[in-house]
């Protein structure tokens, strides 16, 4: 008999985490996907390049204002996903993040990753519990319980000049 050592907090993703990937709109086991218009992406991605050193950049919180594009985008993705608006976000550029729940927050809420990339390959979105990944797709907002899920990104890789991953992730309060 084989034992299957499941991932835990703190192992890098890979592809052997995952049987199942999702690449466009979705609704199972609690994750929930869907594509945003490129053009209500223009000004958040601006905003965002302008602002996030390329890869290795800290995170940091695009809601310190109560407007502006990423405020704007936050409470259109929360919307649609019919959850209560964002209190906060982080963005991070072109890190690969370990597994991880995230227990910072002063209050329960949910995750609404929102995907910016371009010409890049990896960081993907892995449950390894689920084995479902998200792959990395440019405009993607996918709504999850990232208090009480692992999660992680794999590793990514810039494939042509000027490549690029922002994962934008809002936190709502339940």
């Known amino acids: 008999m084989t034992t299957v050592m499941l991932p835990a907090i703190g192992d890098q993703p890979t592809a052997n985490d995952y049987d199942v990937v999702i690449d466009g709109p979705y609704a199972r086991k609690g994750i929930r996907a869907f594509h945003i218009a490129p053009a209500d992406l223009e000004h958040a991605r601006a905003f965002l390049l302008e602002r996030l050193p390329a890869k290795g950049a800290a995170m940091f919180d ?8 990423l405020m704007e985008l936050g409470c259109f ?15 991070h550029r072109d890190v690969p993040l370990p597994y991880h729940v995230d ?14 990339a371009f010409g890049g390959i990896g960081a ?12 990395t797709v440019d405009g993607l907002a996918v709504l999850f319980d990232g208090m009480n899920r692992l999660h992680g990104l794999t590793l990514f890789e810039l494939a042509a000049p000027g490549s690029y991953r922002i994962g934008l992730t809002y936190y709502c309060p339940i």
């Open 103 to 116: 227990t910072q927050s002063p209050y329960m809420c949910l995750n609404i990753l929102v995907i910016l």
């Open 124 to 135: 993907d979105l892995v449950f390894p519990d689920e084995r479902v990944a998200v792959r």
């Open 62 to 69: 695009p809601l310190a204002t109560t407007s502006g594009p």
């Open 77 to 91: 993705v929360a919307h649609v996903f019919g959850v209560n608006e964002p209190r906060a976000a982080l963005a």
